[in-house]
């Protein structure tokens, strides 16, 4: 079993910041790309930003660049620190990994989400 567990959403004013954590946890061989995705009402979930296992880090939307994404693998905890938000940035925010774990005498890799945290930013 493997669990992905967000903390650190909440209520925020606009421009105020905010730090996501996602700690990874179970039978864990290792964890490959992580990243966060955000689904505000009514939209489709989005990405946000991923990093590689060494660190490289991807974000699609240039606007995001009050976001930075970072992970401590000691840890398997993987961080999104968000500034200068936005009321556009209210969404519930999701964590992702691609995981690697030892099962019936196999390896394999899967993707695993968390259950969300919800961000809302106020104007």
């Known amino acids: 079993q493997v669990q992905l567990v967000e903390s650190g959403g909440g209520l925020v004013q606009a421009g105020g910041s905010l730090r996501l954590s996602c700690a990874a946890s179970?039978?864990?061989?290792?964890?490959?790309?992580m990243g966060w995705y955000r689904q505000a009402p009514g939209k489709q979930r989005e990405l946000v930003a991923t990093i590689t296992t060494g660190g490289s880090t991807n974000y699609p939307d240039s606007d995001k660049g009050r976001f930075t994404i970072s992970r401590d693998n000691a840890k398997n905890t993987v961080y999104l620190q968000m500034n200068s938000l936005k009321p556009d940035d209210t969404a519930v925010y999701y964590c992702?990994?691609?995981?690697?774990?030892?099962?019936?005498?196999?390896?394999?890799?899967?993707?695993?989400w968390g259950q969300g945290t919800q961000v809302t930013v106020s104007s």
């Open positions: 179970g039978s864990i061989f290792s964890i490959n790309a």
């Open positions: 992702n990994a691609n995981i690697e774990v030892y099962s019936g005498g196999y390896y394999y890799s899967r993707n695993y």
